[in-house]
T-cell receptor
Framework: AQKVTQAQTEISVVEKEDVTLDCVYETRDTTYYLFWYKQPPSGELVFLIRRNSFDEQNEISGRYSWNFQKSTSSFNFTITASQVVDSAVYFCALSDPHSSASKIIFGSGTRLSIRP | ETGVTQSPTHLIKTRGQQVTLRCSSQSGHNTVSWYQQALGQGPQFIFQYYREEENGRGNFPPRFSGLQFPNYSSELNVNALELDDSALYLC???????????FGPGTRLTVT
């Protein structure tokens, strides 16, 4: 069965610090997608990234970077020089390729608080 | 380009009642997925509609049902509401069955 684990329930850092959110997933499939979503207090899930299981190249987008390691089934997310606006709940997710639908399996989320 | 919209924003219902939640998909998107997010948890997949047909379902009882209309908007219906149905209900649209999903702001349902 597919499963996503985000062991860090809450993280609090001071502004401008770097912070890494951990994500570990379980799947027996060789083809899948991994995602990160941001959920600010407004509730709307904001798409951040989708990664194909065959592409292990790390990605950087501004202050955000993602480290995908298939060997350890991890897909970690790092925010560099954090800002107060980064405060939100972040979800790691995994697509279920056995579903006829684009079913996404979410982790339980990490609540990130950035203190000024 | 109009994003995904949902109505109502908030809703309070009594146990045993029925509720209908609505979702308008993003322009050009023909697929709508519904998720339930209980407080402090990640979203759970309810079902997906593709071209007006249910196209996959999560582990939810039959009292959770849906519709998709020719304009690709969608409804989520929940019958015989239970206290545990209290949650944020999220709708997501995509341009295909496996493409990136774009989420709406959600409807917060409280069952008393």
């Amino acid at each position: 069965a597919q499963k996503v684990t985000q062991a860090q329930t809450e993280i609090s850092v001071v502004e401008k610090e770097d912070v890494t959110l951990d994500c570990v997933y379980e799947t027996r499939d060789t083809t899948y997608y991994l995602f990160w979503y941001k959920q600010p207090p407004s509730g709307e899930l904001v798409f951040l990234i989708r990664r194909n299981s065959f592409d292990e190249q790390n990605e950087i987008s501004g202050r955000y970077s993602w480290n995908f390691q298939k060997s350890t089934s991890s897909f970690n997310f790092t925010i560099t020089a954090s800002q107060v606006v980064d405060s939100a709940v972040y979800f790691c997710a995994l697509s279920d390729p056995h579903s006829s639908a684009s079913k996404i399996i979410f982790g339980s989320g990490t609540r990130l608080s950035i203190r000024p | 380009e109009t994003g995904v919209t949902q109505s109502p924003t908030h809703l309070i219902k009594t146990r045993g009642q029925q509720v209908t939640l609505r979702c308008s998909s993003q322009s050009g998107h023909n697929t709508v997925s519904w998720y339930q997010q209980a407080l402090g948890q990640g979203p759970q997949f309810i079902f997906q509609y593709y071209r007006e047909e249910e196209n996959g379902r999560g582990n939810f009882p039959p009292r959770f049902s849906g519709l998709q209309f020719p304009n690709y908007s969608s409804e989520l219906n929940v019958n015989a509401l239970e206290l545990d149905d209290s949650a944020l209900y999220l709708c997501a649209s995509s341009s295909g069955q496996s493409d990136e999903q774009y989420f709406g702001p959600g409807t917060r349902l409280t069952v008393t």
